[in-house]
């Protein structure tokens, strides 16, 4: 099977198994981690361009797992975390990091956040090295071993 068919199958097994449990995904850190993670892999590569910016806003809009929550919020939030890592890529970093790893002891919104993470980076069907890496970071900052995703 080609990567992109392995990466796809994956993004949507993954989808599948966050909106399973999206009763469970209502908390605030929750929501905070989420869009940490999506800013992070949308800077992965350590910058953000406007269409990139706008791609993953939008996947944020229509993901079912994350209509526990305002858009507004949301996007307000995505944007705010953005800004962090345009700002300074590597102290932006450091901070989404914390934010994420707020969530570690609560394993199923732990899970969760990576899987958020890996779908966002693949939803554009190239879930690259450099997005590979910051999700793998997460997993760490979340004590999570980076081989339950195959990352």
């Known amino acids: 099977m080609a990567l992109w068919d392995r990466l796809k199958d994956s993004a949507t097994t993954m989808q599948g198994q966050l909106i399973a449990k999206k009763n469970e995904l209502q908390s605030g850190g929750f929501r905070d ?14 910058s953000i361009d406007a269409a990139e910016r706008q791609r993953v806003a939008s996947l944020i809009a229509t993901n ?17 975390y953005c800004q962090k890592l345009t700002a300074d890529f590597d102290f932006g970093k450091v901070s989404v990091l914390q934010t994420i790893g707020k969530v570690h002891k609560k394993p199923t919104e732990a899970r ?14 190239d879930f690259d090295k450099s997005e590979q890496a910051v999700v793998r970071e ?12 195959d990352l």
């Open 64 to 80: 079912d797992v994350l209509r526990n929550f305002p858009v507004d919020d949301l996007q307000a939030r995505f944007h705010d």
């Open 138 to 149: 997460a997993c760490f900052a979340l004590g999570i071993n980076p081989g339950e995703f």
């Open 112 to 125: 969760a956040v990576i899987q958020i993470g890996i779908v966002i980076g693949g939803a554009d069907g």
């Open 33 to 46: 981690a989420s869009m940490a993670m999506c800013a992070l892999v949308a800077a992965a590569d350590g």
